[in-house]
Nanobody, 130 residues
Framework: QVQLVESGGGSVQSGGSLRLSCIAS????????MSWFRQAPGKEREGVAS???????VYADSVKGRFTISRDNAKNTVWLQMNNLKQEDTALYSC????????????????????????WGQGTQVNVSS
């Protein structure tokens, strides 16, 4: 089992920034791919960004140029730096871990589907106001 704990959410105004963190309880083959997903009220959960253990990244089109995902394998930690936040970024952000070896392939057009991830965190809420 791998436990994922997110932190860093909060309330900001449009144009502001937040940095989310996700700490994994341990490193396994299932933490090769780490991703952030988000779910807004009344909407389906969507992938935001993924980072593979080798540092490769992939982003959803809606956040390209504004969000940056990174990780420190030695600390079992993944971050999501979110800049120039917009009201439509308001959502519950969750960290996910999976073992897909090609998860950060930009050819996918974004993070892999939810079923590719074995472990999930509880999420941290991000609210962006005008």
């Amino acid at each position: 089992q791998v436990q994922l704990v997110e932190s860093g959410g909060g309330s900001v105004q449009s144009g502001g920034s937040l940095r989310l963190s996700c700490i994994a309880s341990r490193s396994t083959h299932d933490t090769y791919c780490m991703s952030w997903f988000r779910q807004a009220p009344g909407k389906e959960r969507e992938g935001v960004a993924s980072v593979a253990s080798d540092g490769r990244t992939v982003y959803a089109d809606s956040v390209k140029g504004r969000f940056t995902i990174s990780r420190d394998n030695a600390k079992n930690t993944v971050w999501l730096q979110m800049n120039n936040l917009k009201q439509e970024d308001t959502a519950l952000y969750s960290c996910a871990a999976g073992g897909h070896r090609d998860c950060a392939n930009t050819g996918w057009g974004g993070p892999l589907p939810q079923y590719e991830y074995r472990f999930w965190g509880q999420g941290t809420q991000v609210n962006v106001s005008s």
